[in-house]
Nanobody, 125 residues
């Protein structure tokens, strides 16, 4: 009913750039906060960046100055522009959104954290 499709992951050399995108589809009633988490092997999942409906952004200290989060409300899409990538950025990146949507029986449902399946980013040295 609601689908989050992430794309843009792949293999990149240290110092390179990638752009991740996440498009939300379905019977969307509202789409509030959007963001990206990541999880590296053996590490806890961490917040990378988030953006509110009003455009307020938050970044992890480790990516400040290198990553930029943005959104296109008309497309229900959030982006993560990643520059100056480092090997420690290697992780599975997850799109997470706060949304309300209609179920098949037309009842509205709201969730603070609706997760995508993730896209792998690998940064080689």
């Amino acid at each position: 009913q609601v689908h989050l499709v992430e794309s843009g992951g792949g293999l990149v050399q240290s110092g390179g750039s990638l752009r991740l995108s996440c498009t939300v589809s379905g019977r969307i009633l509202s789409l509030t906060a959007m963001g990206w988490y990541r999880q590296a092997p053996g590490k806890e999942r961490e917040l990378v960046a988030q953006i509110s409906n009003g455009g307020t952004t938050t970044y992890a200290d480790s990516v400040k100055g290198r990553f930029t989060i943005s959104r296109d409300n008309a497309l229900n899409t959030v982006y993560l522009h990643m520059n100056a990538l480092k090997p420690e950025d290697t992780a599975v990146y997850y799109c997470v959104v706060e949304l309300c949507y209609y179920r098949d029986d037309d009842t509205p449902v709201c969730q603070r954290d609706y997760w995508g399946k993730g896209t792998l980013v690998t940064v080689s040295s």
